[in-house]
T-cell receptor
Framework: GAVVSQHPSWVICKSGTSVKIECRSL??????MFWYRQFPKQSLMLMAT?????????EQGVEKDKFLINHASLTLSTLTVTSAHPEDSSFYIC????????????FGPGTRLTVL | AQSVSQHNHHVILSEAASLELGCNYS??????LFWYVQYPGQHLQLLLK??????LVKGIKGFEAEFIKSKFSFNLRKPSVQWSDTAEYFC??????????FGKGTRLHILP
């Protein structure tokens, strides 16, 4: 149980285009989902906290207009990278916390974004 | 602000050697502590967690960690490593809110 999926697993896009990444909790309901960014050989950096039915909370330094987050249901959160640039190339990972769960997060497999 | 530091960035051991990966956190209040593992090409998996109670926590695959509150530490240990333990290990802490803050990770390489 507690499986989180992401789609796509990898994407290549041209500079200036927008890319949407989906995060789904497959067998549980997640009131809270998290989006992380991982640079090569570095740790996961929390970008934002996504709560179902409300606006996401962004970490300091993360542009909310560039990284649009939508959490419309208890099993789906999406991250849209708008007007992507090469510096946005990274590994994006989502995680989900069980509704009523005690802080433990379950992680998706990640999405590798390459912006040309 | 909460932070997590992992002392070793890259560790190389031979099979059957004992392992200890250091982790220290900075936060004065009640914390929840985690160790996650990321095997090559795979996603993060929870190794073990500490919320309360016995400070010696046992996880999957023979790993354990000890929470020492006075030292703000949560070191990961395994008495005898295997080649299949080659992976990246992340210590993480959660304090006042839902956020989990990760350390920079330790890349463990086990020689067969």
């Amino acid at each position: 149980g507690a499986v989180v999926s992401q789609h796509p697993s990898w994407v290549i896009c041209k500079s200036g285009t927008s890319v949407k990444i989906e995060c789904r909790s497959l067998d549980f309901q997640a009131t809270t989902m998290f989006w992380y960014r991982q640079f090569p050989k570095q740790s996961l950096m929390l970008m934002a906290t996504s709560n179902e039915g409300s606006k996401a909370t962004y970490e300091q330094g993360v542009e909310k207009d560039k990284f649009l987050i939508n959490h419309a249901s208890l099993t789906l959160s999406t991250l849209t990278v708008t007007s992507a640039h090469p510096e946005d190339s990274s590994f994006y990972i989502c995680s989900a916390r069980l509704a009523g769960g005690r802080y433990e997060q379950f992680f998706g497999p990640g999405t590798r974004l390459t912006v040309l | 602000a909460q932070s997590v530091s992992q002392h070793n960035h890259h560790v190389i051991l031979s099979e059957a050697a004992s392992l200890e990966l250091g982790c220290n956190y900075s936060y004065g209040g009640t914390v929840n502590l985690f160790w996650y593992v990321q095997y090559p090409g795979q996603h993060l998996q929870l190794l073990l967690k500490y919320f309360s109670g016995d400070p010696l926590v046992k996880g999957i695959k023979g790993f354990e960690a000890e929470f020492i509150k006075s030292k703000f530490s949560f070191n990961l240990r395994k008495p005898s490593v295997q080649w299949s333990d080659t992976a990246e290990y992340f210590c993480a802490v959660n304090a006042r809110d839902d956020k989990i803050i990760f350390g920079k990770g330790t890349r463990l390489h086990i020689l067969p």
